[in-house]
C-alpha cells in the first residue's frame, strides 16, 4: 500500500494555477508528527525538493518557485497541499509527495507522483 498518495496534477498554460494534494493512506495513521515535503523531476534531471512544511506549519521553499508555490497543510484530513500559480513551463515534472516522522527522519515515505504539464 503507498503511503502517500498525490492528486491535482494535470495540463495547464503558462502563467495558470494548480492545486496539488497528498493524503497519507492507511499504512500512515496521522500526519501530524512529520515533516512534509513536495519534491519534483523532470526528464533527464534529478529529484529536487521544491517546498518543505514542519510538523507545526513552519514552511520553506527552493529559490526557483519562491513567491508563486504556496505549501500548507491540514493535520485533521492527514492531507498536505502545494498550491501553484504562475506556473512556467520549466515548471513541468513529476511531483512527489515526502514525508518522514520526525523521530525517524531515516525512514523516507513516498508518493507515486502527479505529472504536471506547463504548455500553451
Known amino acids: 500500500q503507498v503511503p502517500l498518495v498525490e492528486s491535482g496534477g494535470g495540463l495547464v498554460q503558462p502563467g495558470g494555477s494548480l492545486r496539488l494534494s497528498c493524503t497519507a493512506s492507511?499504512?500512515?495513521?496521522?500526519?501530524?508528527?512529520?515533516?512534509l515535503g513536495w519534491y519534483r523531476q523532470a526528464p533527464g534531471k534529478q529529484r529536487e525538493l521544491v517546498a518543505r512544511?514542519?510538523?507545526?506549519?513552519?514552511?520553506n521553499y527552493a529559490d526557483f518557485v519562491k513567491g508563486r508555490f504556496t505549501i500548507s497543510r491540514n493535520n485533521a484530513k492527514n492531507t498536505m497541499y502545494l498550491q501553484m500559480d504562475s506556473l512556467k513551463p520549466e515548471d513541468t515534472a513529476v511531483y512527489y509527495c515526502?514525508?518522514?516522522?520526525?523521530?525517524?527522519?531515516?525512514?523516507?515515505?513516498w508518493g507515486q507522483g502527479t505529472q504536471v504539464t506547463v504548455s500553451s
Open positions: 515526502n514525508g518522514y516522522f520526525d523521530d525517524w527522519p531515516d525512514a523516507n515515505y
Open positions: 492507511g499504512v500512515i495513521l496521522s500526519i501530524g508528527t512529520m515533516t
Open positions: 512544511i514542519t510538523r507545526v506549519g513552519v514552511p
